[in-house]
């Protein structure tokens, strides 16, 4: 495989929501999860750590995790969820949905194929592998130890699309903290943050081929100082 350069992982990276059955070796896994750890964290306090499932442990997951949530078990995500998405956010967030939706080609009146998609969600994308973000509980509190984590995992999915992985920054796979603290042996001293479905990326998944749109550098920037 040719060695991708910087630009081109971040640039052609894409989240992945089919995967190919095939097992993702553990020393390839190893090899990611140090490079992700190269992330900066303020004042070197590296507040993360990982719990990485796959086989057995991982399927009890996606089942208790989604026969929860059909059952109507009220979501119990450790860290924070906020205030639902409006305006403009709200407006990315439903663009985004649509991309996937049309590809996938699921209409809008389709209710159960649409329940079918939310429900891929908690099953973590039937990825291979699961790697579950926690950080230290001692930190709980400070925000300097999310914003780190969040680095550590945009590290991680761009560490594992050079050498040929895909992955999904998501939530839905830990809306059931229980279910996910018991079959992942979480210890009591992390706080469960997010996970990260993991896996060789299925080329014939049409969802996998959505690009989703990003501000441009005008909109999200406000430069102090430069001469024009």
Avoid at 19 to 40: C, G, H, N, Q, T
Avoid at 54 to 81: C, H, K, M, W, Y
Avoid at 143 to 170: E, K, Y
């Amino acid at each position: 495989m040719t060695a991708k350069t910087y630009d081109e992982v971040v640039t052609g990276r894409r989240s992945i929501r089919g995967y190919k059955p095939d097992p993702v070796p553990r020393a390839l896994i190893e090899e990611i999860i140090a490079l992700a750890m190269r992330s900066p964290s303020s004042m070197n306090t590296q507040p993360w750590n990982f719990y990485v499932l796959t086989g057995e442990p991982l399927d009890r997951i996606r089942a208790g995790n989604t026969e929860r949530i059909v059952a109507g078990v009220p979501q119990s995500r450790e860290f924070r969820t906020g205030q639902p998405f409006a305006d403009q956010h709200r407006e990315r967030q439903i663009g985004v949905a649509k991309q996937l939706f049309a590809a996938m080609g699921i209409a809008r009146d389709d209710a159960e194929r649409r329940q079918d998609w939310v429900l891929r969600g908690f099953r973590q994308f039937d990825a291979p592998v699961c790697v579950i973000v926690t950080y230290d509980r001692v930190l709980d509190g400070s925000d300097d130890t999310p914003f780190d984590c969040g680095a550590v995992a945009t590290a991680l999915v761009n560490a594992a699309w050079s050498r040929g992985l895909g992955a999904v920054i998501n939530s839905q796979g830990i809306m059931q903290s229980p279910v996910v603290r018991e079959h992942a042996g979480i210890a009591d001293d992390q706080v469960i943050m997010k996970s990260i479905a993991l896996g060789w990326p299925d080329e014939d998944f049409p969802a996998n081929a959505v690009v989703s749109t990003r501000k441009s550098v005008e909109e999200a920037t406000t430069f102090v100082g430069f001469d024009d």
